[in-house]
């Protein structure tokens, strides 16, 4: 699981004779992720498209051109068993002009729809006036103006104004008009500097008001219109997006097939492809090729690629490989048997220098040179995290895959902060939801990690004794047996005794020391094997030295009178005598705290040996440790936020044991820890219930409400546990950037290989 699925570069040669037959039983293996030819061989040019690429490439075009205006999407399709594709050049021109002449006749009602709103807009203005069109437009000696603004700053304006003679005004509403008689000038000087947008009118008569109603008229007999023709074009995605999404695959099939020399190297009368397959499946390979095409080809693998670090790959070749030279390559035709130079066999290390490889005998063989694709092998069961760890990035083929360690440790932080079973429940059935009601597999993923989130949720609820903030079952000693089914050992989550809430602290501490040894093992392991024991002691062991000295030192007795008192001595979080964990572990003695000293020492004085600058840095794991209290912080704050709800709802314990509903005076403090503890617990059928009945109805949103955003805090809890995976996990071994494996082929979901 932590290594992805080793890969094998394999080499393909033969005349072109057999190009085709290679390309369609690769197609179908659907198994090589080929390598794209880049030029660098003397005598090797790309190859040429296959005879009928233009004209596959414009049909699928124009399938997803109709599918586009259709607006098909893979759930019209229904049963696709019997789509017929016989006659499909035929079925695709009637469904192509039928749906331009649809298309056309939807865009011409759609623009008289746009026009007539327009017009509406133009005459609700006019119809305001109460005036008929022919009024106001057409005089000789009468200046008219329509417009929008303030009449009687337009009235004052035309009053002060010498050049107007007479004038008149007509409001309705927001609209104006002004009709005025001038010596000289315009009504339009008159009115600058008058708050006044001024609207062209229209040459045509009638009353505005008929024409409103008319227009109104008219786009409701368009709007059925383009109703119908909405539905005719509904009608025919139906019965052709089946065979729509059908022909799409098949062309799409076709396209790749038909382009596939693009990414071959070819000479005159030869070919040479290469490309990736789990190195598993190499006989695999082979045989099907042997079975479709025999011996007129040559297929060697010539690369077997071994998990390294540092942006190379160690690649180990064996078997018969071809030579760098394109005479070597270029095949024989006679009778269709390809003959190939025969090159050393065994063992060879290839260089990742240019392509090229030295073999053991003196030769050089050519390769194109690229790194191998990664296929993550995780379980079922883990698989749902790699959608996390490929938000970051996909794994090198030479990284350790981290997708295992964040299954382990995600839902388990995520679990601990929020501890619930009403909220476990919840986190199960919301990504089981997604996990079954969703189309794409990242969503479905995602809800698969959202289930396991609900189930660490719901077991560390049933670990602290909590449901939806009350705490339903009784709190006792930790280490106490139970007595019965309604006794059980919680633990408290420390929003009522500080020596729990401080011990949360030191086991968040903990998990972090212990999560990020593992981080820079992982990157010891790396650079161990990529440059060897000295470069992983000076690259990680530093770090490793140092991540664990200066917290042996900080959990010892050394110094221990300038130590808080819950890390060391007696009234440790884990001595014998705690009242929370008592493990009987009060420190380490003072002996191993000065050698936790000296290695954090030696940690440093190993960097400065080699990339000496890192050593700014010497103060990361502390901090990096320290930065895991967030797990506290949040389960400390969802637990307040829990309780402050139900709180809000049923109120404080009261002395009788009752309980109050909306408190209206101010109840002592340890009537609300009793709240705390039995709050659910306690019989409900109590005078607290029955004299505030009422306000329990009406209070009922609040609590409600109050549970919604606790639970929606619990987004903000995945945001830290996987801050803490990314930044202070990842951020120790991990980079990222691997390529996606991509084999020659198609998955087929609307055609079959018949």
Not at 191 to 197: A, I, N, Q, S, Y
Not at 347 to 373: F, H, K, L, N, Y
Not at 375 to 391: C, D, R, T, W, Y
Not at 673 to 678: I, R, S, V
């Amino acid at each position: 699981m932590l290594r992805p699925e080793q890969m094998s570069k394999v080499s393909v040669t033969g005349s072109k004779s057999v190009m085709d037959e290679v390309i369609e039983t690769m197609h179908e293996m659907h198994l090589v992720h080929i390598t794209d030819y880049d030029g660098s061989w003397d005598g090797f040019e790309p190859g040429t498209p296959l005879e009928g690429s233009d004209e596959t490439s414009s049909q699928l075009v124009t399938v997803r051109a109709i599918e586009s205006t259709l607006g098909v999407t893979p759930a019209d399709a229904g049963s696709t068993a019997a789509v017929d594709l016989s006659d499909a050049d035929e079925r695709l021109e009637e469904i192509r002009t039928e749906v331009n002449e649809l298309d056309d006749r939807r865009d011409e009602l759609r623009g008289r729809l746009r026009d007539i709103d327009d017009k509406l807009d133009q005459m609700t203005v006019f119809a305001d006036l109460g005036l008929e069109l022919d009024l106001l437009w057409g005089y000789d000696s009468l200046d008219v103006m329509v417009g929008e603004g303030d009449g009687e700053a337009v009235q004052e304006a035309l009053e002060e104004s010498d050049d107007v003679e007479a004038y008149d005004i007509f409001t309705g509403g927001n609209t104006v008009a002004a009709f005025g008689y001038l010596d000289d000038g315009s009504l339009e000087d008159t009115l600058v500097g008058v708050p006044f947008t001024e609207y062209d009118v229209p040459e045509e008569a009638g009353n505005p008001t008929t024409v409103v109603s008319d227009l109104k008229q008219e786009r409701q007999q368009v709007e059925a219109e383009l109703s119908k023709l909405e539905s005719e074009i509904e009608a025919l995605k139906l019965d052709s997006a089946a065979f729509l999404l059908a022909l799409e695959e098949k062309l799409s099939i076709d396209a790749q097939k038909f382009e596939a020399p693009l990414r071959f190297a070819t000479t005159e009368r030869s070919f040479v492809v290469e490309g990736w397959v789990p190195t598993e499946s190499i006989d695999e390979f082979e045989q099907n090729m042997r079975a479709a095409v025999g011996d007129r080809i040559d297929i060697d693998e010539i690369e077997r690629a071994s998990y390294t670090s540092g942006g190379h790959v160690h690649k180990e070749t064996h078997g018969d490989e071809h030579s760098s030279e394109a005479d070597t390559a270029e095949a024989a035709t006679d009778g269709g048997t390809v003959q190939t130079t025969e090159a050393e066999s065994g063992e060879q290390q290839v260089a990742t220098d240019g392509g090229t490889a030295q073999a053991d005998g003196g030769r050089e063989i050519v390769t194109v040179d690229d790194s191998p694709p990664v296929i993550q092998k995780n379980s079922k069961m883990v698989g749902p995290f790699e959608v996390l760890v490929k938000a970051v990035n996909r794994p090198k083929y030479s990284e350790l895959d981290p997708t295992l360690l964040v299954f382990m440790t995600f839902p388990f932080f995520f679990g601990f902060m929020i501890g619930d079973m009403g909220y476990g429940v919840l986190y199960v059935a919301l990504g089981y939801y997604m996990a079954k009601n969703f189309d794409s597999q990242g969503i479905r993923d995602f809800g698969m990690v959202v289930v396991w989130l609900g189930l660490w949720t719901f077991l560390f609820g049933i670990l602290y004794g909590e449901l939806f903030g009350h705490y339903i079952f009784q709190s006792i000693e930790l280490f106490a047996s139970v007595p019965s089914a309604t006794s059980y050992q919680v633990i408290d989550k420390g929003i009522v005794t500080t020596e729990w809430a401080i011990t949360w602290l030191i086991v968040a501490v903990l998990f972090g020391w212990i999560q990020l040894n593992i981080g820079y093992i992982f990157n010891f392991i790396e650079e161990y094997q990529l440059h060897g024991a000295k470069e992983a002691v000076v690259e990680s062991g530093s770090w490793i030295l140092m991540l664990n000295g200066i917290w042996v030192f900080i959990f010892s007795e050394f110094g221990a009178s300038s130590k808080p008192d819950f890390l060391v001595g007696e009234e440790a979080v884990f001595a014998a005598g705690s009242e929370t964990i008592p493990l009987g572990f009060s420190g380490f003695p003072e002996l191993v705290g000065i050698l936790g000293l000296v290695a954090f020492a030696i940690g440093i004085v190993l960097i400065l040996t080699g990339p000496w600058y890192e050593v700014f840095e010497f103060l990361t794991p502390l901090v990096h440790v320290l930065s895991y209290t967030r797990l506290t912080a949040v389960l400390l704050s969802k637990a307040g936020m829990a309780v402050a709800a139900n709180l809000l709802y049923f109120g404080a314990a009261l002395g009788d044991g009752s309980f109050e509903f909306f408190v209206t005076s101010q109840p002592t403090e340890d009537a609300i820890f009793q709240g705390l503890y039995n709050m659910g617990t306690m019989d409900m059928s109590v005078a607290g219930l029955e004299f505030a009945l009422e306000g329990a109805i009406l209070g009922l949103p609040v609590l409600i409400i109050g549970h919604i955003v606790v639970l929606a805090i619990g987004g903000t809890a995945a945001l830290q546990a996987i801050r803490l995976e990314y930044v202070e996990f990842f951020g120790k071994f991990y980079e990222g950037g691997g390529k996606n494996y991509q084999p020659f082929g198609y998955e087929r979901t609307y055609t079959t290989d018949n």
